[in-house]
């Protein structure tokens, strides 16, 4: 099934949950005053269109990823929190039909006949009466303690709560020189979101601690600005190996989203400030370039692309100048940070590259992950958004970030370190 097939479904699935709520609600502050209810119901009604539009619009309209991430991480919430109130309604609505069954079973009526004017008078039975609030207020806190505690653990312990992610990368045309050798990956530090440099530096400490021979780098140092590394610099100073730490630039290293897309002076600036944090913290930065990777004369080829996305993403990425003069090379590595370049661009244009490593998803910074299953909103947006992929015989591997942007936690997707081990075929 489709996205768009799975968003429809979900979204009459929500409207039905709506609308079953809404009437619970109202049928418990019966004594609301018409004002009040009104304004309730433009109030429920109101998110609940606006939030259906924004999901649509995330398919057909040229959105930040930012902006999407908060619009799903929305709906689906949206969606766990109606399923969640869903079964509390649903026993309280057997409880009625039980109610009104047995009630039904039993006299409804009792005479009462007056001495002088004889007849008949017709009175209730008395029974409990029926009522929603206790089991609404119950799952109304259960419904909001579910995301409100999970978002805030999030804050709390899933922002720098760093998870070595090992993989075994086979390469068929790998040199034997090459065989074992580890492979160490970040990416999406965005710096400019950190709070805790004492954090960030134990991530890194996690990284050395892996002794790679090489490091990958896959875009997004800052989120707008150079100046945010002016307290981290330091700290990824200490990420080295022995063969070297390539790395490559993001979509928001660019300085657009806080200096506007069109050329200027202060954007060409803090382009070049980001290129001398590189230099300075001793990471070789390729910019359509390549380098060769040299171990007891044999070689294989790094190669290193500028941002290059679909959609609404700076496509600055030229693999004609990275590729260039790599022909010999047996196998080829290619850093590009947008997993959404191998798709569009890698696979069916360059098929001598054999494996490519990405960022960008952040996995939304929300989801589930684990050794057999995963799942994040943020995979119907991107097709590849976190671990290894294969097609045909290159293959890509997507990680899922060092750090955060926007909601500064993460909650299922936890910020990642990939160690890789190079083997062949």
Known sequence: MGRLPVFIFLSV??????YYCYRAILSVFKKWKPGTRKFFTILWWGYTFVLLAGVFSTFYANLFLSLKSVILVAYFLTVACKMVLLPFLIVDDLRRFIIRLSRSTKPKTRLVVDPVLPETITQPAPGEPISRSSFLVKAGLITAAIPLTSLSWGIVKGAYDYKIIRRTLILPNLPASFEGMKL????DIHSGSFYNPRAVLGGVEMLMAEKPDVVFFTGDLVNDLATEMR???????KVKAPLGVYSVLGNHDYGEYRLGKGPSVAKTKNLQEVIKTHERMGWDLLMNEHRRLKVNGEEIGILGIENWGTGRFPKFGRMDLATKDTDDLPVKLLLSHDPSHWRAQVLPEYPQIDAMFSGHTHGMQFGVRTEDFQWSPVQYIYNEWAGL???????LYVNVGYGFLGYPGRVGILPEITIFELKRA
């Open 389 to 395: 992929y294969q097609a045909q015989q290159q293959q």
């Open 13 to 18: 699935l929500l409207l039905a949950f709506d």
């Open 184 to 187: 160490g990956q970040i990416s």
């Open 231 to 237: 307290n981290y610099q330091d700290i990824f100073k």
